[in-house]
């Protein structure tokens, strides 16, 4: 079975650090792409960031850029969030999701999500 | 930063209701959208990729239109478990936007 399985959240401070894990299995986890998606309590879906299969090319969104570090180690079918500099809106669920591409057209998209890991910033 | 602008935000419809949804670009995004399904508790599933290609397993009463920046989820005839909340997802740049969502109530 095709499955991603989030771990890593909890409460945490203010100012503090997290480092969120994912683990992928039933699938060639280094052959795909991977994302972080969040979810404020009550609010929508936020991408905050993606990762090659290699390591090399990294994406996030201006939210999180130079707090989150995304990273991922192929040997052990594992993607990871390193959270620094916490702050109260970063609460939320964490989500991790493969990205897949058709191809043909070169249309991407997100088909496989964990069940997510909630992280509460508070003092 | 291309924003994605959903509306309604909320809808109340019956069973058997032909239900849209829609979803505008703040600039061209050709076909590269996507549109997940979240029930709540749960995480979002995939409905359709490549504004129009339904995922696999998924009811062929939903379907998805759309190019540009004007696209259009359809649910053609409600069901109760199709009550949720959706999201479009733009995939032609980064970063890649979600809508802020539309729930879907059975009345």
């Known amino acids: 079975e095709v499955q991603l399985v989030e771990s890593g959240g909890g409460l945490a401070q203010p100012g503090g650090s997290l480092t969120l894990s994912c683990v992928a299995s039933?699938?060639?986890?280094?052959?795909?792409?991977m994302n972080w998606v969040r979810q404020a309590p009550g609010r929508g879906l936020e991408w905050i960031s993606f990762?090659?299969?290699?390591?090399?090319?990294?994406h996030y969104a201006d939210s999180v850029k130079g707090r989150f570090t995304i990273s991922r180690d192929n040997a052990k079918n594992s993607l990871f969030l390193q959270i620094n500099s916490l702050r109260a809106d970063d609460t939320g669920v964490y989500y991790c999701?493969?990205?897949?591409?058709?191809?043909?057209?070169?249309?991407?998209?997100?088909?496989?999500w964990g069940e997510g890991t909630t992280v509460t910033v508070s003092s | 930063d291309i924003q994605l602008t959903q509306s309604p935000s909320f809808l109340s419809a019956s069973v058997g209701d032909r239900v849209t949804v829609t979803c505008r670009a703040s600039?061209?995004?050709?076909?590269?959208l996507a549109w997940y399904q979240q029930k709540p508790g749960t995480a979002p599933k995939l409905l359709i990729y490549?504004?129009?290609i339904l995922q696999s397993g998924v009811p062929s009463r939903v379907s998805g239109s759309g190019s540009g920046t004007e696209f259009i989820l359809t649910i053609s005839s409600l069901q109760p478990e199709d009550s949720a909340t959706y999201y479009c997802?733009?995939?032609?740049?980064?970063?890649?936007?979600f809508g802020g969502g539309t729930k879907v109530e059975i009345k």
């Open positions: 999701a493969r990205d897949q591409l058709e191809v043909i057209y070169n249309f991407y998209y997100m088909d496989v």
């Open positions: 039933g699938f060639i986890f280094s052959s795909y792409e």
């Open positions: 990762i090659s299969t290699s390591g090399r090319t990294i």
């Open positions: 600039q061209g995004i050709s076909t590269y």
């Open positions: 490549g504004a129009s």
């Open positions: 997802q733009q995939f032609n740049s980064y970063p890649r936007t």
